[in-house]
């Protein structure tokens, strides 16, 4: 289940003109395709559900409301199209394989789609119902065996809530919860499932967090309660499901008496407080394990160790943008994250590092909103009482990844940025933790790259990169695939830094494999290649 949810990749649909490029040389034996005629006005993007199909969505010409559903095969050869009418503000939301069928939720602001594709890649069932765009809520879908699946979404009937439900494979409901406030509005923020039960984490505009726990079988509901406070607030980030069944979150907490906590910034006059928390619960509603980790006494020390960037470490409260919960060989588990920063365009950190401001209103620099700029790679393992063993942070070898302006878009924008390094799990050896397959550039080289996050094998590569040393070419002793080389530094020549790899992404295939794209604005076309997880 982790496993599979780790590989959900979400792709940004606005595009950038991009100046001139090259493909590196790359193995005479890799698979490759091209798809001509995708007008930038009407593409959205290549995906994948799961690392087992791919699919796009085409918008018809002149037509607002028609979009083409088109299904890849591993093999990169079109297996069906499927037509779907959406209105004006469409939303194409989450997409999960349940048994050998691909789930697809859309999402219109007054009502839901959900919609099956079959093997061949042909529409096997539709079925709509009330459902809203609600405070940045989510849906969320969960295979639950047998070709069953739940879905929790947001609806509004006069009062703000989120609706659980079970359907099985011809999209018949089994099973369905409402939740609604008399006051106020919830938002969907996670949701994870088995056979056994669904957990729903829902927060409220009052500012508290509530987890529900649904019987997989029957909906019966075993558990609806606050999230345990003790002497803190707790406010979730990231959420799985650990191998016993049992809800695992993370996040930030803060002491009760403060309201919001810091993740991002301090100074002397505003001491860092609060930290990381991880949370294990069950359906019982009694934690298996609380564990609070301070920033000042336990997280400051270890995460700016060895930063990517000395001028531009993350102070006493760094923030950690969390990927995945790993069940650990042996026991226990590990958490996998990023660290980022906040800091306003006028940074002058930031220019330091090499970042360029954002256009004011005139057209010309100025003040700009804030911004999170992811930094290095960390890895937190614990024990399986919750107990955290070890701490490291890997320095990345290249330039700051930003996800540009975050404030509108909220948490939710924040999840959905493609340009963060990260890109999915692989599983070489099933005896140790998954491997890293991540995304950057360094110098003009686009680039691909695998760590090992129980090992220190990486550390030398990333201090051979550092931004002050010259380019190193792409090669075996780096253990590193150079998918493209650019005619400029993306960073220094384009507003808005990384706005270029917005035409690129790397998504997960079969095993050892994973499928490279690029987007071209100016021919209209997309270059897929099935390319081998690079690392050794």
Known sequence: MIGSYLQRLVLRSGFIVLGAFSLAALPAAAQEATISDLGASYYRGFRTVEGQV????????????????????????????????????????????????????????????????????????EVRFPANDVWMSQAVIMPAGNGDFYLAYPFDSGNTGYAVARYGPDLSVKWKKDYAPEKGKYRVRFAQ???????????????????????GPTGAEQLHQDLPAEATSLTPTFAGLGSNGHLLLTGTYAETAQKTPLVSVSSANMPPRGGLFTLALGPDGKPDFLTRLSYAQDLAGKLNTRSTLPQFTVGETPGVKVHAFLPRPGGGYALLGE???????????????????????????????????????????????????????????????????????????????????????????????????????????????????????????????????????????????????????????????????????????????????????ATSRLHLQVLDVPGN
Not at 90 to 100: E, I, L, S, T
Not at 368 to 379: A, Y
Not at 444 to 466: E, I, M
């Open 339 to 521: 660290t980022f920063k906040t800091f306003s365009f006028t940074d002058p950190q930031y220019e330091a590092a090499g970042g360029v401001r954002a256009p004011g209103l005139n057209g010309t620099a100025g003040p700009g909103p804030l911004r999170r700029d992811i930094l290095d790679f960390v890895v937190f393992q614990f024990t399986a009482q919750g107990q955290l063993e070890s701490l490291r942070r890997i320095p990345k070898p290249y330039k700051i990844y930003s996800d540009q302006a975050v404030g509108g878009g909220g948490n939710a924008e924040f999840n959905n940025k493609t340009v963060y390094a990260y890109r999915f799990l692989y599983q070489r050896d099933p005896a140790k933790l998954p491997e890293v397959v991540f995304f950057n550039w360094h110098q003009g080289l686009l680039y691909v790259n695998s760590l090992k996050p129980a090992t220190d094998a990486r550390d030398n590569l990333f201090t051979r990169r550092y931004l002050d040393q010259p380019a190193v070419p792409g090669g075996p002793d780096l253990g590193e695939l150079t998918v493209r080389t650019y005619s400029n530094d993306i960073a220094g020549a384009i507003d808005y830094a990384p706005a270029a790899l917005f035409f690129d992404e790397v998504l997960p295939h079969a095993p050892g494999k994973f499928l490279y794209s690029h987007y071209d604005p």
């Open 54 to 125: 791919y699919f796009m969505l085409r918008q018809e010409r002149n037509v607002y409301d028609l979009f083409h559903l088109e299904v890849y095969g591993r093999n990169l050869q079109k297996k069906g199209t499927t037509d779907v009418r959406l209105g004006r503000n469409w939303y194409q939301g989450d997409a999960r394989m349940v048994g050998d069928q691909a789930v697809f939720y859309f999402f219109t602001g007054k009502e839901g789609l959900l919609l099956t594709v079959d093997a061949t890649g042909q529409k096997f069932k």
């Open 193 to 215: 499932a088995d056979a056994a039960h669904v957990y729903v984490v829902a927060d409220h505009t009052k500012g508290t967090f509530e987890v529900v726990c649904l019987d």
